[in-house]
């Protein structure tokens, strides 16, 4: 067995992890069951930074979202991408994409369709989310962009001048942005924008990175990154929590169609979610008599709808993440038996 | 362990053999049961426009900018009724839809065709196969397989999927650095009107000359940018080396205040932190406790891991003693360290398979169906029902 083991060709390795990987993506894309997530306090604390952009200044949101990365890990951080502007489309902040990536112009061109042209079609480009497109010059982009915001967009991806597009009045600066939020696969990327941003301008930032990046980032949360994201596992808890949230709020805006005032509504909101599966039920309870019967086949629509497969995109890819770690372990595990056993064997040799 | 490089015995060519043979098989099959796999179904409408001439709006009475309209919008039917000569430009877009649109249109036409009547296209255009899309969807495809291919040894596939990427992306840079570096940041502000002329059409040009003239510094940049281009000619060499003492110098300078303040000073203030902290849950006051000892442990860790770890880079002290011992807590805290970007690295490759092989799944072979793309049927779950 350990002679075998020792003299394993390291093609059954992969074609082990391939067979890891590939039958959960089979069996979750065939039953669409997803592993459920816990979020972390790092994910809750970028959901909440996105959510109170604005407040401290009594204002409508205004997000800078720069998409640094390119196709090349886009499959560990598309779903955060997704997900960041799934939450500021439901929020209603206004969205202003950049780039310092070449290929970052395709990413966010993804993001949009997926998202806003998909599910947030009454938004308007100009007036709600802008796209800057990309600018070379890696961190000198940004230390311009803290001086000067018009020194390096002149117009946006389109050719439209900035002084015509509605939502660009009296932005500036980088001081003029509520929040920065990245998504960074490498150089220019968080650190850059933690350094010449974040640092120097004192503007809240969030970023969401791949797992290279992760472990480096760290040290600069809570001070320097309100909230972070590391990997696919950060994109799928942050995931998570933005569909229930995104799921509470339309029970709230259901209600308050219905006819219920908005404290209200957001504490019925609530209590559903907790229990979507008996909301049917509940709408046949006294506390939903004053609902008129297409409020009622609302809320159950929106409980019983299934979740779009591009805001789960995160949540699909921790299956094959679980049975590839275990076969990793397991290997670990074998790759330590061999060795203390042919230790033992040279020992007695 | 074999080397990818060594030569493989009989039955491993024969076990390999056989495993891409039934790769192979299982394609061809899936490419032959239900409408098929990997095609990509475009929707077509026709982008024609009509130019309003000035003072058009007589409601108002305003003279407005001559503009362009869509030609089937109500606005541009009427103009056009009215003068039938107008100014008229045109062309097709092709927007990606989901190929389960496809099968509706096709479906509805079936039964329009049953029924002896005609059906209009729910869409703004009939939805057809888009065959550039479907031979880049294949190409994908392809090259995602001879890339994986490396995995079982180096061969051809391999050989021609690297090279394509190193050469696509090298021109891919050209291309992005001369229209979004050198045209906008040179040539734009240069010659406003040369860049207009042929590069960018649409741009402004500066209203006045005194707009104009403060431009003329970045003279400075293009000559250090021919310098840097001199070292291309053996004999003027030395003329990049201006430039690149430029480039270091400026780059050196911008570092160093971000990195002293970002990095240095920032973390630390992020490293003198109190030993005992409060707990954030006070649901209960077990929970309270609990959380104190957590949060408060944490810091202890924090600031014995930064003095631990500074120790051990200390090396004007021989490390003995408690020095010694101080260091050796403090390699434990970077094998840690390093054993977390290990795991996190696992994990973000394994990410990226996961999206190579939920590519060739979903959208290659149509097997699985995540994001609702096509109707049941053509998933692998209508197959084996």
């Known amino acids: 067995m350990i002679k075998l083991l020792t003299n394993l060709d390291r093609r059954w390795i992969f074609l082990a992890m391939a067979l890891c990987v590939a039958v959960p993506i089979l069996v979750i894309g065939l039953t669409g069951k997803t592993i459920p997530e816990t979020p972390t306090p790092l994910a809750e604390a970028f959901f909440n930074e996105i959510d109170t952009a604005g407040e401290s200044k009594g204002r409508r949101g205004h997000v800078l979202l720069a998409f640094d990365y390119d196709p090349a890990s886009a499959g560990e951080l598309s779903p955060m991408a997704i997900s960041l502007v799934h939450q500021c489309a439901q929020r209603g902040l206004r969205m202003y994409f950049m780039s310092l990536w070449p290929v970052g112009p395709q990413m966010i061109d993804e993001s ?38 018009t020194t390096e967009f002149r117009t946006d991806t389109k050719g439209t001048p900035l002084q015509q597009i509605p939502m660009m009045k009296g932005m500036t600066s980088l001081e003029d942005f509520d929040l920065i939020a990245e998504i960074s696969a490498g150089y220019p990327g968080t650190k850059e924008w933690v350094l010449y941003s974040a640092t120097q301008y004192n503007i809240p930032m969030v970023s969401g990175m791949t797992g290279v990046q ?10 320097q990154l309100k909230g972070l994201l590391g990997a696919i596992k950060g994109a799928a808890e942050y995931e998570s929590i933005v569909n229930v949230w995104v799921r509470e709020q339309k029970f709230a805006e259901a209600l308050v169609a219905g006819g219920m005032d908005e404290a209200k509504a957001q504490e019925v909101a609530a209590k559903l979610m907790d229990k979507p599966a008996q909301v049917s039920t509940w709408t046949e309870s006294a506390e939903a008599a004053d609902l008129d019967p297409k409020t009622k086949a609302e809320l159950i ?17 921790m299956g094959p993440q679980l049975f590839a770690h275990l076969l990793m372990v397991l290997l670990i595990i074998l790759g330590n038996v061999v060795f203390f056993a042919q230790r033992r064997q040279g020992g007695r040799s | ?86 100014n008229v430009i045109g062309w097709m877009e092709y927007t990606q839809v989901d190929p389960k649109a496809y099968f509706v249109q096709e479906a509805a036409s079936a039964n329009a065709s049953t029924a002896s009547t005609t059906t209009a296209a729910a869409g703004p255009g009939p939805i057809m196969l888009s065959w550039p899309r479907t031979i880049g969807l294949w190409v994908a495809a392809f090259f995602t397989l001879a890339i994986f291919s490396f995995l079982y040894r180096d061969n051809p596939f391999y050989k021609f999927a690297e090279s394509v990427v190193v050469g696509v992306s090298a021109g891919y840079w050209m291309v992005i650095g001369f229209w979004d570096v050198i045209v906008p940041n040179l040539i ?25 003239w403060p431009n003329l510094y970045y003279l400075i940049p293009l000559i250090l940018g021919l310098m840097l281009i001199m070292r291309l000619v053996p004999k003027c060499g030395w ?9 270091v110098g400026t780059m050196a300078g911008l570092r160093m205040v971000g990195y002293i303040e970002g990095d240095f000073l920032s973390q630390i203030k992020a490293s003198i932190i109190p030993l005992y902290e409060e707990g954030s849950v006070t649901t209960t006051p077990f929970r309270t406790v609990w959380s104190t000892i957590w949060a408060s442990l944490a810091n202890i860790l924090i600031v014995i891991g930064v003095l631990a770890t500074l120790v051990y880079f200390f090396f004007s002290i021989e490390h003995k003693g408690v020095v010694g011992g101080t260091a050796r807590v403090g390699i434990w805290y970077l094998m840690i360290t ?27 072979l149509w097997l699985i169906d995540p994001n609702e793309q096509r109707t049941i049927v053509e998933s692998a779950v209508g197959l084996l029902m």
């Open chain 1, 112 to 149: 949009i369709s997926k998202v806003i042209d998909r599910h947030y079609p009454e938004l308007v480009y100009g007036e709600d989310y802008v796209n800057l497109g990309f600018k070379a010059g890696n961190e000198q982009v940004i230390k311009v962009m803290g001086i000067d915001l």
């Open chain 1, 214 to 223: 992760a472990p480096l980032m760290y040290p600069y949360y809570p001070g």
């Open chain 1, 301 to 317: 629509t929106i409980a019983t709808a299934p979740i779009p497969g591009e805001f789960l995109e995160g949540q699909r890819r």
């Open chain 2, 1 to 86: 362990m074999n080397a990818t490089s060594e030569p493989m015995t009989g039955s491993q060519r024969a076990i390999w053999a056989v495993v891409v043979l039934v790769i192979v098989a299982l394609v061809i099959v899936r490419s032959m049961i239900g409408t098929g796999m990997g095609r990509v179904y475009v929707e077509q409408e026709d982008m024609a426009f009509v130019q309003l001439a000035a003072s058009v709006d007589d409601a108002s009475e305003s003279v407005s900018e001559p503009k362009w309209v869509r030609t089937n919008s109500e606005q541009g039917k009427t103009y056009l009724d009215r003068n039938p000569d107008a």
């Open chain 2, 188 to 212: 734009q502000r240069l010659n406003p009107w040369f860049s207009q002329q042929f590069f960018t059409p649409g741009m402004e040009l500066p209203a006045t000359m005194a707009d104009y």
């Open chain 2, 239 to 247: 003329f990049s080396l201006w430039p690149l003492a430029f480039i």
């Open chain 2, 338 to 364: 390093f054993g977390a970007a290990f795991g996190f690295t696992v994990m973000g490759r394994i990410a990226l398979l996961a999206a190579r092989i939920e590519f060739l799944f979903d959208d290659w």
